[in-house]
């Protein structure tokens, strides 16, 4: 169990830029999920996948957002035309089926935009 | 709709006495609770969760946590603190029918020598 990865851990960049951010869950877990921590605040849930599958997507994903778990192993975040809001700690977490299984987070990336 | 309260957003004790940090839930039909622990700039650690069963759950470096339904509550407890457990505390609840968590605001623990 090497733990959930994600890359990079930190990124700074100007406003109107995309980037796109990396997460390596568990190997044998089939869940994976993005949230949004802001300092201060507890993180909020962005979006989830089951395998490729995307099953639920939070209000706070704007069209500029956009997940992809293609092969049902890692996933990417990425962000279009960055804004300043955008600013906050990426989590992933990934699980093992079912709402009673723990999840378990990467160190997060950290998203700062000039 | 589904909601934590963390009521504290910190909480001092010194070392060696007995810690408690406070978590309320409101959700449609039975709840699965966890606790979790950041450390600077590190992601979320998992400490403990409730399912089903016994009300009170040990977890991991020694917490346990007191599922009460009357109370709607799932306080995070400690016998004796440690300098190190000193770091930001979040209450989580899996909302019914998803498996997204909803967290509290988080409680900061400072443990003092």
């Known amino acids: 169990d090497t733990g959930v990865s994600q890359d990079p851990r930190h990124k700074i960049t100007k406003r109107g830029q995309n980037v796109t951010f990396r997460c390596d869950p568990i190997s044998e877990h089939n869940r994976l999920y993005w949230y949004r921590q802001t300092l201060g605040q507890g993180p909020e849930f962005l979006t989830y996948?089951?395998?490729?599958?995307?099953?639920?997507k939070s209000r706070l994903l704007s069209d500029r957002f956009s997940a992809e778990r293609p092969k049902g192993s890692f996933s990417t975040l990425e962000i279009q035309r960055t804004e300043q809001g955008d600013s906050a700690m990426y989590l992933c977490?990934?699980?093992?089926?079912?709402?009673?299984?723990?999840?378990?987070f990467g160190d997060g990336t950290r998203l700062s935009i000039l | 709709a589904q909601s934590v309260a963390q009521p504290e957003d910190q909480v001092n004790v010194a070392e060696g006495n007995p810690l408690t940090v406070k978590c309320t839930y409101s959700v449609s039909g039975n709840p699965y609770l966890f606790w979790y622990v950041q450390y600077p700039n590190r992601g979320l650690q998992f400490l403990l969760k409730?399912?089903?069963?016994?009300?009170l759950v040990k977890g991991s470096y020694g917490f346990e946590a007191e599922f009460n339904k009357s109370q709607t509550s799932f306080h995070l407890k400690k016998p004796s603190a440690l300098v190190s457990d000193s770091a930001l505390y979040f209450c989580a609840v899996s909302a019914v029918n998803t498996d997204k968590l909803i967290f509290g605001t988080g409680t900061r623990l400072q443990v003092f020598p």
């Open positions: 996948f089951q395998n490729e599958a995307q099953l639920e």
């Open positions: 409730y399912i089903t069963g016994d009300n």
């Open positions: 977490a990934s699980s093992s089926t079912g709402g009673n299984q723990p999840q378990h």
